[in-house]
């Protein structure tokens, strides 16, 4: 079963908009993933925040962390057409094993 | 480096037929992971390998499904027979165990049964 449980399913913005993406799960972990998956390819790696971390900064992504919700957000500013995909919150419990959630499916209308 | 490499891209066949998907991961890399994608039940974690040996199976849907990685640059995933629900998206992911918790992703097999 899915842990990680995004929020909003689908998401249609304004290039240049901010978009932001929820993600909440249900047990302890050790950190807390984001991927992209553009259409038709694998996923690739944003940015890991561990559960020590609250915030965390790569370029244009911010993820937050509330251990104490059990949620996490991922904000993309100045969005550009390139961002249009899917973005997937993944947690990690221990031992390697990620849990996917079900992934935010973002367009960036011109 | 080239990154995780999967074989084939796309594979069509027919129910009843033996499938074998390949993966080839990250030199260096000491885990390799096997995932299902679907769109009912998302990307569904089968099996994963540590130093080659399988540490984790109990995603791996039934007994028609078997995974082996006989030395640390190949792995295989076969469905034996396979049936038209195994229609999916089978994705490999690799990592340096100990050194980082990012998985890098093959670009998938497409597995198409009718």
């Known amino acids: 079963s899915q842990q990680g449980e995004e929020d909003p399913q689908a998401l249609s913005i304004q290039e240049g908009e901010n978009a932001t993406m929820n993600c909440s799960y249900k047990t302890s972990i050790n950190n807390l993933q984001w991927y992209r998956q553009n259409s038709g390819r694998g996923l690739v790696h944003l940015i890991l925040?561990?559960?020590?971390?609250r915030e965390k900064h790569s370029g244009r992504l911010r993820v937050t962390l509330d251990t104490s919700k059990k949620s996490s957000s991922l904000l993309i500013t100045a969005s550009r057409a390139a961002d249009t995909a899917s973005y997937f919150c993944a947690t990690n419990q221990g031992a390697q094993k990620l849990v996917f959630g079900q992934g935010t499916r973002l367009t960036i209308n011109p | 480096d080239a990154g995780v490499i999967q074989s084939p891209r796309h594979e069509v066949t027919e129910m009843g037929q033996e499938v074998t998907l390949r993966c080839k991961p990250i030199?260096?890399?000491?885990?390799l992971f096997w995932y299902r994608q679907t769109m009912m039940r998302g990307l569904e974690l089968l099996i994963y390998?540590?130093?080659?040996?399988?540490?984790?199976d109990s995603g791996m849907p039934e007994d028609r499904f078997s995974a082996k990685m006989p030395n640390a640059s190949f792995s295989t995933l076969k469905i034996q027979p396979s049936e038209p629900r195994d229609s999916a998206v089978y994705f490999c992911a690799s990592i340096l165990s100990g050194r980082s918790d990012e998985q890098y992703f093959g670009p998938g097999t497409r597995l198409t049964v009718t």
């Open positions: 030199s260096g890399h000491n885990s």
């Open positions: 925040i561990r559960s020590n971390e």
């Open positions: 390998f540590n130093n080659n040996v399988p540490i984790d």
